[in-house]
């Protein structure tokens, strides 16, 4: 092989290694997220009746003195009187209704007593809460691009003597060569960015 190629190829390789190393911008990502947190509590109506198809009766016979003694004041003024079951009685048809309130709405209650109690039902009418909960996030990216490379300069001072040299930037710092040809004066500079 010939050795123009080997050298060719050898020095596109350090300079394609200068470019990446020392010229190619460099970026710099940052990345801020926000969140936002929703809580909101809706309350729904439930509204139900329950019907008690089947009662179940309970024969007291045995009790009834039982009964008699301790409820005895409450049957006096009603004017009730206890009889053994299967006697023939006259009772007063009588509905029973009421409600009790509970933290999210009512419960209430209805019966149909005659002598005996025939049927009887529940009704709720609740507001039940659902907590709804939302969580928004939003995020933004920056990207910098840190500059570098090398700039060709030149200058005039007040004598009229002329000036040409380089500068190689490399993100915040530089470094640079200058030559004044007709004083044959050589000067090199540094500098760091401060803001």
Same mark, same amino acid.
């Given at each position: 092989?010939d050795n123009r190629?080997?050298?060719t190829?050898i020095?596109a ?6 470019i990446?190393?020392?010229f ?7 990345t801020t997220?926000t969140?936002?947190e929703?809580i909101d509590?809706?309350?729904n109506?439930? %509204?139900?009746? /329950?019907?008690f198809?089947?009662l179940l009766?309970?024969s007291l !016979?045995?009790? $009834? ?5 301790w ?6 003024k ?10 023939p ?6 509905r029973?209704?009421?409600f009790?309130?509970?933290?999210y ?12 109690l025939?049927?009887?039902s529940?009704?709720?009418d609740?507001k ?5 909960h939302?969580?928004?996030?939003? %995020?933004?990216? /920056?990207?910098?691009?840190k500059?570098s490379?090398?700039?060709? !300069?030149?200058g $005039?001072?007040?004598n009229?003597?002329y000036s040409?040299?380089?500068?190689y ?6 470094i640079?060569?200058e ?7 050589h000067a090199?500079?540094?500098g760091l960015?401060?803001?």
């Open positions: 092989m190629i080997v050298f190829l020095g390789a350090i300079t394609t290694a200068i990446l190393v020392f190619w911008p460099r970026f710099e990502e940052t997220t969140e936002k929703t509590t809706t309350f109506d439930v %509204s139900q009746a /329950i019907a198809d089947s009766f309970q !016979t045995d009790s $009834i003195d039982y009964y008699r003694l409820y005895a004041e409450e049957l006096r009603e004017k009730i009187t206890i009889v053994p079951e299967g006697e009685i006259r009772a007063p048809l009588r029973y209704q009421g009790k309130p509970t933290l709405g009512n419960i209430s209650y209805n019966a149909l007593v005659v002598g005996s025939q049927e009887i529940l009704r709720q609740l039940i809460p659902q907590i709804n939302k969580i928004e996030r939003s %995020s933004t990216t /920056i990207r910098t691009i500059p490379g090398i700039y060709l !300069t030149g $005039i001072n007040s009229f003597h040409l040299g380089a500068t930037l490399k993100d915040k710092s530089m640079g060569y030559y004044q040809p007709q004083v044959e004066i090199l500079k540094v960015k401060i803001f």
